[in-house]
């Protein structure tokens, strides 16, 4: 089976294939196909895929053939139609949003493994590739936000006096959240969390962070231990149990998604203008609507000193670790469905992993909830 | 007495007082007065200086009057000739480079108090601005490191596969290396120093690096703690052990300095074409002539991949706390030559300090060193 991977589009600068991941794609009996060039944004040559088994081509002639293709970013609609008719293609495909895409790839009687409908049961955490970047990107966000800050982060004594640990509130306990609160208790702050999971308490505890308890009535999580949306009224709660640890803070990172929906809005503007000038904020949920008031998707602005973080690709800050990372989840998930008889992705439907994340398949919608969001298109 | 603190001119991000060092001043029974806006690079308005007991005025007439006048960076000549004749300051004076200031200072009868030559003793480390700085540019230097990095810091174990730790070379184990490596440390990477005296080895080992060592015969160091100038075959031996470490290092972070003297030159060309694609190397020695080749003074530059970064004021990256300990520095020194009986500083030369620190005085320049610099030109 010939697998072809295509080179990201910058400014991504992740890639979806590493040599050694190429290596085992040789041994697994796939026909790796890449892009000229794929590797250069982390410096690794196409001779040193070209040593792993691969053929490196140029984009020209790329596809064809290919009945897999890989993928990081959500494709769009063009690139969707201009897949080989019939193949598999895998990859981050933002199925709630680019909808367009979607239906070509159905058009197109691809079928579409979307790695954001990884079922987060234990076996599949090894091609959990939003685990996987979720949790750099906590890491990242607190590296981002050390370096922006305008003090230290851990408590220093000194001849001419001590110098006080930062503060750092983390909004959200999820993957993200976990590794955040982590890199802060490494740098030796002093950490603060919140999550409307009363469940998670015992992680943040275990890190060494304080969880901070804002009665918000029931709440719960979903099977795929999501956080459940809340009601207008619990939102309004939790905002002002959080204003005054806000106010308090270095560092807000906050880290919320409701998967398929708008990222609820936790710091109102008036909360991040109850921070001292020179603080930072990193919102973690930019790119789906943002948790904080003032964020710009893509950028950085600064309101009344505080600075507000909205970047979008926080796991390409560290793309090297990232990508080794979406490439193993990439290569667990194929070699999952790999037939060594056949020397091929064989999908069968009644298989767990497939049955949740095959978006597309013989030309129809297969999640509910996407085919019901293109019906009322 | 009255003590005037002019603000620092940007970029400097610094300040030379804070609310709560005014409130000692004032306890101290010191007249402080603050040049307006003084505080707003960090956010502390004029008023909270006034509520600890400071009077804040206009730029003009700030320093009629003053018997002392507390700056933190180097003076320009036009405004050495501008101190009221007689005052004392205080300040980084840079005195081996800004030899027309200095000329200038002693010109106008001035009674510089220079911090660089607070003297290394115990007694006197809760002056030494030198250190407090250096020791937050250590701190600073691994953080920015960390963020340009395209990986991350610590050991990862994930169900995808473990992510190394990254590689951190240190260079010069003096202040500001002890705390890069704390740093890097604490951060999870696996750290490697070098310094030229062996008796630093203890230390580095403490925090839990890996001290290299490079046999380069011969070596000491300066009553100051300084380690001495090497000869040009040692550090060719010194280039030719680290280059090596250096090619298996994701961050190199060099520190050394010669008081008084142009920075050796420790990274070659070829060792930093040596380092992979997508690392990034700090150079904390490129205000005085850069450790790196290629360093750049003030900026970052990439050169094959590898990112140099030679800017000069990393201190001022956590201002805040910079500040809070430079302000503290200079307290402790005027407190150390406060006469409670007259209420103002008095100089005595035969004080350890006050005999080290004092650059000009009535009308001569007192630093032997400094001295002939000047008779030179």
Redesign the interface.
């Known amino acids: 089976m010939r697998i072809a991977f295509p080179k990201e589009a910058p400014p991504e ?1 992740r890639v979806t294939l590493t040599p050694t991941v190429a290596a085992k794609f040789a041994t697994l009996g796939a026909a790796v196909r890449l892009e000229a060039g794929l590797g250069a944004p ?2 690794f040559s196409d001779d040193a895929y070209r040593e792993a088994g691969a053929e490196v081509v140029p984009k020209e002639g790329l596809l064809e053939g290919a009945e897999a293709v890989v993928r990081l970013n959500p494709l769009r609609e063009d690139e969707a139609r201009a897949l080989p008719a019939g193949a598999v293609v895998v990859g981050l495909l933002d199925p709630f949003r680019n909808l367009g895409a979607v239906r070509a790839l159905a058009e197109r009687g691809v079928s579409a493994l979307c790695m954001e409908l990884i079922p987060r049961t234990t076996y599949a ?4 590739a939003l ?2 970047q979720a ?2 990107a906590g ?2 966000a607190v ?2 936000a ?2 922006r ?4 982060l ?1 408590m ?1 004594s ?4 001590t ?1 006080a640990p930062a503060r750092v509130f983390v909004v959200g306990a999820g993957v993200a959240g976990l590794q955040a609160i982590a ?1 802060a208790k ?3 702050a002093r950490v603060e969390a919140f999550d409307t999971r009363p469940v998670v308490e015992e992680q943040v505890r275990s890190l060494g962070a304080k969880f901070v308890k804002i009665d918000v009535g029931e709440t719960g999580q979903t099977a795929q231990g999501y956080a459940t949306a809340l009601t207008t009224e619990q939102l309004e709660r939790q905002r002002q149990g959080m204003a005054k640890v806000c106010a308090a803070s270095d560092i807000v990172i906050t880290t919320a998604q409701v998967f398929g929906k708008r990222a609820p809005l936790l710091l109102t503007e008036e909360m991040v203008a109850g921070m ?3 603080s930072v904020i990193v919102d973690l949920a930019a790119a789906t609507g943002g948790n904080v008031a003032g964020t710009v998707a893509g950028e950085e602005v600064v309101k009344r ?1 505080v600075r507000l973080v909205g970047l979008t690709n926080l796991p390409g ?5 990232a990508s ?2 979406y490439a ?2 990439v290569y ?1 998930l194929i070699e999952h469905l790999w037939d060594r008889a056949q020397g091929r992705v064989v999908l069968r439907l009644e298989d767990e992993v497939t049955s949740a994340c095959l978006l597309t398949h013989e030309g129809a919608v297969r999640h509910a909830g996407v085919r019901e969001l293109l019906e009322s298109l």
């Open positions: 600068t982390l410096g955490q090894k091609m959990d685990s996987s949790s750099l890491y990242a590296v981002l050390a370096e800050l305008d003090k230290v851990p220093m000194t001849p001419a006096g110098i890199t490494r740098l030796g001292r000038p020179g000193g800050a560290v793309a090297r670790d080794q990372m193993a989840n667990n």
